[in-house]
């Protein structure tokens, strides 16, 4: 099992930025992908970004290319996404997701471990 409990989140004006965090109990993390999922009021949960266990992969979605960065730290079984040059339409609830691979976390999410999620919500 894994547990996940993110934080960081807030409100922003558009083109600030915002970092959260994603802190993971059990002895998996390191072995572990992690990324980042989202979702918009009445919509879908979409992808945003995911890490393989020793950090040497990174993956964004289209729409966060260039403006935010996933990292983690293994020694603190943390997992980061520094948001940059905000949108409005990066307003959601941004989960944290654990998985085996980064490849099954985003073809069946379902079977994810997820955190509760943290509000971001960006004014224009």
């Known amino acids: 099992q894994v547990q996940l409990v993110e934080s960081g989140g807030g409100l922003v004006q558009a083109g600030g930025s915002l970092r959260l965090s994603c802190v993971a109990s059990?002895?998996?993390?390191?072995?572990?992908?992690m990324g980042w999922f989202r979702q918009a009021p009445g919509k879908e949960r979409e992808f945003v970004a995911a890490?393989?266990?020793?950090?040497?992969?990174?993956y964004y979605t289209d729409s966060v290319k260039g403006r935010f960065t996933i990292s983690r730290d293994n020694a603190k079984n943390t997992v980061f996404l520094q948001m940059s040059s905000l949108k409005p339409e990066d307003t959601a609830v941004y989960f944290c997701?654990?998985?085996?691979?980064?490849?099954?976390?985003?073809?069946?999410?379902?079977?994810?471990?997820w955190g509760q999620g943290t509000q971001v919500t960006v004014s224009s």
């Open positions: 997701a654990a998985r085996s691979s980064t490849v099954t976390m985003r073809s069946s999410p379902k079977n994810n471990y």
């Open positions: 059990g002895d998996t993390f390191s072995s572990s992908a």
């Open positions: 890490i393989t266990w020793n950090g040497k992969g990174t």
